[in-house]
Nanobody
Framework: QVQLVESGGGSVQAGGSLRLSCAVSGYAYSMGWFRQAPGKTREGVAAIGSSGRTTYADTVKGRFTISKDNAKNTLYLQMNSLKPEDTAMYYC????????????????????WGQGTQVTVSS
């Protein structure tokens, strides 16, 4: 069983930055960040495997960075140059399997989910 607790969301103006954190209890080989805006489908944002290899959605490449601190059992998402279209509920997800690269941004591939943290970017 893996438990995930996100934090770090908030309101920021366009061009600003936020860092999301996800405290992880239990072991997860694959981890990712997803987001869902009202009226839209869930979108994979970034993912990381146990080797540290990362995958990003095209919409956030060059602006967001996913990382993990194994000593602190914490997953991070550094978000820079935020845009109003980044506004969404952000979720941390984990899976005990090693997901192939082309599966890492697909939400149904993940078994465990956090409760989400809201990010609001104003123009």
């Amino acid at each position: 069983q893996v438990q995930l607790v996100e934090s770090g969301g908030g309101s920021v103006q366009a061009g600003g930055s936020l860092r999301l954190s996800c405290a992880v209890s239990g072991y997860a080989y694959s981890m990712g960040w997803f987001r869902q805006a009202p009226g839209k489908t869930r979108e994979g944002v970034a993912a990381i495997g146990s080797s540290g290899r990362t995958t990003y959605a095209d919409t956030v490449k060059g602006r967001f960075t996913i990382s993990k601190d194994n000593a602190k059992n914490t997953l991070y998402l550094q978000m820079n140059s935020l845009k109003p279209e980044d506004t969404a509920m952000y979720y941390c997800a984990a899976d005990p399997s090693s997901l192939p690269t082309n599966y890492r941004l697909i939400g149904i591939r993940y078994k465990y989910w956090g409760q989400g943290t809201q990010v609001t970017v104003s123009s």
